[in-house]
């Protein structure tokens, strides 16, 4: 019998590796305590995006021996050419204490259509050939045309933005079409940002015009007896596209909130209510220069 948490990911993006504390603990302690107990739930899937080197050692040296979890790692710019992107993931890999890579992602779309990414993808085949990792792929944005992506470079994965208020590549069907070409879809941005989270009233300016939509979405979670929390994990969790559902946390107790609501029987909640369609909400990069 599967279990929801078989579909549940840990991505490192939100750790606090920059920081000698976190909550007046040593920040090599939080994330030690955030690996065991994504260890002991037993989730499969590990993704160490973006991080620098040093960021890289200490995660390697809180992850639990013998490593539990199949580790993703995320190349560096392609305009650094083939050599130093191969250096770079083998040292990744040197850093984190891992034999072989489960999957080496490209991390934007925009590297591969660029003048140097046909070198970089046909330098991480031949890692994928040598057993430097099981499986290539990339992470997009809605906007970079994952479909045609897929056509051309024939990923083994693409990470993919979706949630309860983004369903944009669930509407159009693309994740639909990714995952009938055998391509593995995981799911990253279920929070999109924490907007989920946030109260309509505590919106920022830039967001204003996606409150209501919102606070309608919240509404409707209340009424159907949940939490946003329960309700995105839910909805990401139960989306047949995807095989793999990646959250980030900051503490070991966000981490165990996480795993309970998703332990938890998902909501009846009319999911197609809760998307909103404003493109600023939407594309979190805008936030900042909005």
Avoid: Y
């Avoid at 590796?17 to 909550?23: F, I, P």
């Avoid at 391509?183 to 996606?210: C, M, T, W, Y």
């Avoid at 990646?246 to 998902?266: D, F, K, Y």
């Amino acid at each position: 019998m599967t279990s929801p948490l078989d579909k549940l990911g840990l991505g490192s993006g939100q750790f606090v590796l920059d920081q000698a504390s976190v909550r007046g603990r040593p920040a090599q302690a939080e994330i030690q305590d955030i690996l065991a107990v994504a260890a002991r739930a037993r989730l499969p899937v590990f993704d160490v995006a973006g991080r620098s080197a040093q960021g890289e050692t200490l995660i390697g040296e809180a992850l639990p021996k013998p490593i539990p979890f199949r580790v993703s790692v995320t190349t560096i710019r392609a305009d650094r050419g083939p050599d130093m992107v191969e250096a770079e993931v083998r040292a990744s890999l040197r850093r984190l204490g891992v034999a072989q890579a489960d999957c080496v992602l490209v991390p934007s779309a925009s590297e591969l259509f660029g003048p140097h990414g046909m070198a970089l993808w046909t330098r991480l085949q031949q890692l994928r050939d040598a057993g430097v990792c099981r499986r290539i792929g990339v992470a997009v944005f809605a906007s970079d045309d994952p479909v045609g992506l897929a056509r051309r470079f024939r990923p083994d994965v693409i990470q993919a933005p979706a949630s309860l208020l983004d369903q944009r590549l669930l509407i159009d069907g693309t994740l639909a079409t990714l995952a009938g070409m055998g391509i593995e879809v995981q799911l990253r941005s279920i929070f999109l940002n924490g907007l989920i989270f946030l109260p309509p009233d505590r919106a920022p300016n830039h967001l204003k015009a996606a409150a209501s939509r919102i606070s309608r979405a919240r509404r409707l979670i209340a009424e159907g007896r949940s939490d946003p929390l329960q309700a995105a994990l839910g909805f990401a969790l139960s989306r047949p596209e995807a095989t793999t559902v990646l959250v980030g946390v900051t503490s070991a107790a966000e981490l165990s909130a996480v795993i309970a609501a998703a332990s938890s029987p998902p909501p009846d909640l009319d999911w197609d209510d809760m998307a909103i369609d404003d493109p600023v909400a939407l594309d979190p990069s805008q936030w900042a220069a909005a």
